[in-house]
């Protein structure tokens, strides 16, 4: 692990103790980029940048509550004290706290959530990518280049909305805004924002009879963290194909 600024990319993945995180961070490593890994969990953090390293990965750690604007702060600190860099963010921490499972239906209604349920969503899945792209985009244009990928999901396409899980539907609706909306704000700097849809992935958020494995959901979201400069901004995808809003 390198301990010094270097010339290296700097790729931040966040909710990267594990699953998805965990799999993005190593397949960025592969590719000589260092990766800031961060985690709620600080000792489950430190566990995952453990075992980067041990594959011979240039991994640092920084723990990161993704809704707290002081501890995104912090990353930022961090990022300007050890790397004086940043090229790629990816969005990966989500929460799914909607009841769901055939025992518990009708608690994933519409009609039944509760706002607390829907501000803590709100809050991880939405509020953590705003205060992550205000903070790291600057230094994104400083350089004149940068990948956001945000991490969003098909059940949060107006286009197939169906009901159940709202709280889960709404935040992800809202992050797919938010990649409008950053796309629109960083025309002109070289930086290219996308939401990422990695489908049903055997995860502990997805569950065992997810269809899809880790690598594969993950592929996509290597794909748009590592776009060309001519490559796509503003776009909703899946596989590297682009689906509808």
């Known amino acids: ?41 600080a000792g489950k953090g430190e566990v995952a940048m453990e075992k980067l390293l041990a594959e011979g990965l240039d991994i640092l750690f920084q723990p990161l509550e993704v809704t707290s604007e002081s501890s995104v702060a912090e990353l930022g600190a961090f990022i300007h004290s050890r790397c004086g860099r940043v090229d790629i963010l990816v969005n990966n921490a ?32 939405l509020y953590g990518p705003l205060l992550l792209a205000q903070e790291l985009t600057p230094l994104m244009k400083q350089q004149h280049y940068g ?12 286009s197939g909305m169906e009901g159940k899980s709202p709280a889960y539907r709404i935040s992800k609706t809202a992050l797919n805004a938010l990649t409008r909306i950053l796309a629109a704000e960083t025309q002109g700097y070289n930086i290219l924002v996308n939401s990422i849809c990695p489908g049903w992935v055997r995860t502990d958020m997805g ?3 997810a269809e899809r494995t880790v690598d594969q959901g993950v592929a996509g979201i290597i794909w748009a963290a ?3 400069d001519d490559g796509p901004t503003g776009g909703f995808f899946r596989d590297g194909q682009p689906i509808p809003w």
């Open 94 to 125: 989500g929460v799914f706290l909607d009841i769901h499972g055939a025992e518990d239906a009708g608690g994933a209604s519409v009609f039944n959530v509760s706002l607390e349920t829907l501000t803590a969503t709100l809050k991880t899945n």
């Open 147 to 158: 990948r956001i990928v945000n991490v969003s999901s098909g059940m949060g396409q107006l």
């Open 1 to 41: 692990m390198l301990s010094g600024k270097s010339d290296k990319p700097v790729a931040v993945v966040t909710g990267a103790n594990r699953g998805l995180g965990l799999e993005t961070a190593r397949q960025l490593a592969k590719r000589d980029i260092r990766v800031i890994i961060t985690s709620r969990n």
């Open 207 to 209: 569950g065992p009879q």
């Open 226 to 228: 590592t776009l060309p």
